[in-house]
């Protein structure tokens, strides 16, 4: 019997031995068997203990927008349920020595599966592009459902979810795109949709299919007011695009390079004063999309000092890229063509300026992805005939976080808790998803990237993850890089390559936009 050989061993005698055995075996700590041997069993810590946690990431440094501390994270059923030195047992750690503990980015801007014309096929859908985000160390992106002109908003909604349904790798959202505004919309649809947890939704004052008139966009402002809701505005004037660009072709111009040229800073800054303009007089907030330089930024700033609430996003293009890359030879440039296009030396610096002064609440990518050499993506037979059928957009969700830390938090020109705000925290706060998202804090979900604040890598097409067949930031050296991307919990990016299934993200129904 196991206790003799106890006994034995330990020079003592056999009855205490036996008790102790007893009483180990009645607490599930040993089985004896049938030949008079004892094992200890396999034990689920969790199920004996209801207190251990699920996931401790011990040893790293976590960052929030408000401070920076060396501590353990503690992960149960998804949620953050400890901060702090020991955060005790778990049935996994991660060890974080070394590393930064950061919340996981949320991108408020990627267009997904999107509908773009005839012809034209968006590079990624709902899969390859959340696993993009994860590679980037995002946790949660807000697409667009789109409202096709004639179509009711809420089969647009319901079209999208059928389109994200299973395919999702981390969590998302939805913002309205509002194309055809009529009263049925106004008056019905849209209420009931932001009442329902869309409390965003997007506006555009340039593109043949999407652009709606003062008129209108006063109507939908109204609308904004009564539900309190968010507008998020593309600021561009459409008149003034069409005449430049008729200019433009009519003297043969039709390289990528004249895109930028057809989109001068001067039709952003006319749109940008208009769009504020007519939110003053309904007297709501807004949101001016994609900045991308001086001018629009000093429209921004001249309403501030009115008293007025602004709100404004720039995005990597605005930073990294200027007007001189549509200029490569060839068709190359067209994979940089995006609507705002990037600006020119001076007006990027400007950029960086009002970033680093608190001018702008989010960075997002404006992930709009086609493939380069594709005939329903950049070099179609129109686009190769003229600038204007270029597929407006470039991917960028898998680049957002590392060229924001290298540029910025890497060379000084902004803080850990700049970056922390400026990719998450904002964008939750802003847009109805905090405080479950966007912050390590109890009771958040566990969207964490950590990130090795040290390592040095070249951006290349093959660390995107995504389905266009370029990035525009090709060759572009970062330091800085997210080693592991989780989710509520759950590791669903590590090693370089996806490690959940598809369908682990969730839909987010969203409080009210807005509040900062």
Same mark, same amino acid.
């Given at each position: 019997?196991?206790?003799?050989?106890?006994?034995?061993?330990?020079?003592?005698?056999?009855?205490?031995?036996?008790?102790?055995?007893?009483?180990?075996?009645?607490?599930?700590?040993?089985?004896?068997?049938?030949?008079g041997?004892?094992e200890?069993?396999?034990?689920?810590?969790?199920a004996?203990?209801?207190?251990?946690?699920?996931?401790?990431?011990?040893?790293?440094?976590?960052?929030t927008?408000?401070?920076?501390?060396?501590c353990d994270?503690?992960?149960?059923?998804?949620?953050?349920?400890?901060?702090?030195?020991?955060?005790?047992?778990?049935?996994?750690?991660?060890?974080?020595?070394?590393?930064?503990?950061?919340?996981?980015?949320?991108?408020?801007?990627?267009?997904?599966?999107?509908?773009?014309?005839?012809?034209?096929v968006?590079?990624?859908?709902?899969?390859?592009?959340?696993?993009?985000?994860?590679a980037?160390?995002?946790?949660?992106?807000?697409?667009?459902?789109?409202?096709?002109r004639?179509?009711?908003?809420?089969?647009?909604?319901? =079209?999208? @979810? %059928?389109? &994200?349904?299973? +395919?999702a790798?981390?969590?998302?959202a939805? !913002?309205?795109? #509002?194309?055809?505004?009529?009263?049925?919309?106004?008056?019905?649809?849209?209420?009931?949709?932001?009442?329902?947890?869309?409390?965003?939704?997007?506006?555009?004052?340039?593109?043949?299919?999407?652009?709606?008139?003062?008129?209108?966009?006063?109507?939908?402002?109204?609308?904004?007011?009564?539900?309190n809701?968010?507008?998020?505005?593309?600021?561009?004037?459409?008149?003034?695009?069409?005449?430049?660009?008729?200019?433009?072709?009519?003297?043969?111009?039709?390289?990528p =390079?004249? @895109? %930028?040229? &057809?989109?001068? +800073?001067?039709?952003?800054?006319?749109?940008? !004063?208009?769009? #504020?303009?007519?939110?003053?007089?309904?007297g709501?907030?807004?949101?001016?999309?994609?900045?991308?330089?001086?001018?629009?930024?000093?429209?921004?700033?001249?309403?501030?000092?009115?008293?007025?609430?602004?709100?404004?996003?720039?995005?990597?293009?605005?930073?990294v890229?200027?007007?001189?890359?549509?200029?490569?030879?060839?068709t190359?440039?067209?994979?940089?063509?995006?609507?705002?296009?990037?600006?020119?030396?001076?007006?990027q610096?400007?950029?960086?300026?009002?970033?680093?002064?608190?001018?702008?609440?989010?960075?997002?990518?404006?992930?709009?992805?086609?493939?380069?050499?594709?005939?329903?993506?950049?070099?179609?037979?129109?686009?190769?005939?003229?600038?204007?059928?270029?597929?407006?957009?470039?991917?960028?969700?898998?680049?957002?976080?590392?060229?924001?830390?290298?540029?910025?938090?890497?060379?000084?020109?902004?803080?850990?808790q700049?970056?922390?705000?400026l990719?998450?925290?904002?964008?939750?706060?802003m847009?109805?998803?905090?405080?479950?998202?966007?912050?390590i804090?109890?009771?958040a979900?566990?969207?964490?990237?950590?990130?090795?604040?040290?390592?040095?890598?070249?951006?290349?097409?093959?660390?995107?993850?995504?389905?266009?067949?370029y990035?525009?930031?090709?060759?572009?050296?970062?330091?800085?890089?997210?080693?592991?991307?989780?989710?509520?919990?759950?590791?669903?990016f590590?090693?370089?390559r996806a490690t959940?299934?598809?369908?682990?993200?969730?839909?987010?129904?969203?409080?009210?936009?807005?509040?900062?």
């Amino acid at each position: 019997m196991v206790e003799g050989r106890l006994a034995e061993q330990l020079r003592g005698s056999r009855t205490p031995m036996r008790e102790a055995i007893l009483r180990l075996a009645a607490e599930g700590l040993l089985v004896i068997q049938g030949s008079g041997t004892a094992e200890a069993p396999t034990i689920d810590l969790k199920a004996r203990n209801p207190m251990t946690l699920d996931l401790a990431i011990r040893g790293g440094t976590v960052v929030t927008a408000a401070d920076t501390m060396r501590c353990d994270v503690g992960i149960r059923d998804g949620r953050i349920v400890a901060l702090g030195e020991d955060v005790g047992p778990a049935a996994r750690s991660i060890d974080a020595a070394g590393l930064l503990v950061l919340p996981g980015g949320i991108d408020s801007h990627v267009h997904l599966d999107q509908f773009q014309g005839e012809g034209i096929v968006m590079a990624d859908g709902f899969r390859s592009g959340t696993v993009s985000a994860a590679a980037g160390g995002n946790t949660t992106v807000i697409p667009f459902a789109l409202q096709r002109r004639g179509e009711s908003l809420r089969a647009a909604v319901e =079209a999208y @979810h %059928a389109k &994200a349904q299973g +395919e999702a790798l981390v969590d998302y959202a939805f !913002h309205l795109i #509002i194309t055809d505004p009529t009263p049925g919309v106004l008056g019905q649809e849209l209420p009931a949709l932001v009442k329902d947890g869309y409390s965003s939704f997007k506006v555009f004052m340039t593109y043949d299919d999407m652009v709606l008139s003062d008129r209108e966009l006063l109507d939908v402002f109204a609308v904004a007011k009564a539900e309190n809701a968010l507008v998020m505005v593309h600021a561009e004037g459409f008149d003034s695009i069409r005449f430049m660009a008729d200019g433009l072709e009519a003297e043969g111009k039709t390289a990528p =390079a004249f @895109h %930028a040229a &057809a989109r001068p +800073e001067t039709v952003e800054r006319e749109a940008t !004063h208009r769009a #504020i303009a007519l939110a003053e007089l309904v007297g709501i907030p807004i949101m001016v999309v994609h900045v991308s330089g001086r001018d629009a930024i000093e429209q921004i700033e001249w309403a501030r000092r009115r008293g007025l609430t602004v709100h404004a996003e720039t995005c990597p293009q605005y930073l990294v890229l200027t007007a001189g890359d549509l200029d490569r030879p060839g068709t190359e440039g067209a994979k940089f063509v995006c609507s705002p296009p990037p600006r020119d030396a001076a007006s990027q610096a400007a950029v960086w300026r009002a970033l680093a002064g608190g001018a702008f609440q989010t960075f997002s990518s404006d992930h709009c992805p086609f493939r380069y050499d594709d005939p329903a993506g950049k070099t179609g037979p129109a686009a190769r005939a003229s600038f204007r059928a270029v597929p407006n957009g470039i991917p960028g969700v898998a680049a957002r976080l590392p060229i924001l830390f290298s540029e910025g938090v890497v060379k000084g020109r902004i803080t850990l808790q700049d970056f922390v705000a400026l990719t998450a925290t904002n964008h939750a706060r802003m847009y109805g998803l905090y405080p479950r998202k966007g912050s390590i804090a109890i009771g958040a979900d566990a969207d964490i990237a950590l990130w090795d604040p040290e390592r040095r890598v070249t951006l290349t097409q093959d660390l995107m993850h995504h389905g266009s067949d370029y990035t525009p930031y090709e060759g572009l050296e970062v330091t800085g890089w997210p080693v592991t991307t989780l989710v509520r919990g759950r590791v669903v990016f590590d090693g370089g390559r996806a490690t959940a299934e598809a369908g682990h993200g969730i839909f987010l129904p969203r409080g009210a936009s807005g509040g900062l």
